[in-house]
């Protein structure tokens, strides 16, 4: 599946959901991407997802909120998610929010597959 801002592709036994976004959405774009991601979600039937941010250098508060649902989803679901790829700027929004204490994050997409045991 692909759209603007989300590609899902699969890596081994991993469900890879890149976002790549840009420093601001307006409201009808943030309803695309929130429906996209959550699309992407329902069709997965893994247990391991990784949330790849390379792409992304900025995020707002609703972009940040969809992060916390994300992980919700994954939470109810009982599926494990990492993220991976953080810019500098994204790292001290996540510091700054104290975000990095609710998700496993990773410098690489190779160290998310490695810490989620997948091939």
């Not at 991993?14 to 429906?35: H, K, Q």
């Not at 992980?71 to 510091?95: E, M, P």
């Amino acid at each position: 599946m692909g759209s603007q801002y989300v590609n899902v592709t699969q890596t081994g036994t991993v469900r890879v959901l890149e976002l790549s976004l840009p420093d601001s959405l307006d409201s009808d774009a943030f309803d695309r991407l929130n429906d996209d991601v959550r699309e992407a979600l329902s069709k997965s039937s893994t247990g391991k997802w990784i949330l790849d941010l390379s792409n992304t250098s900025y995020m707002g508060s609703s972009v940040l909120g969809l992060m916390i649902n994300i992980r919700q989803i994954a939470k109810d679901t009982g599926n494990r998610l990492v993220l991976c790829g953080l810019s500098a700027r994204l790292t001290q929004i996540f510091h700054t929010c104290c975000l990095e204490r609710l998700f496993t994050i990773t410098k690489t997409r190779d160290e998310a597959v490695r810490s989620l045991g997948a091939k």
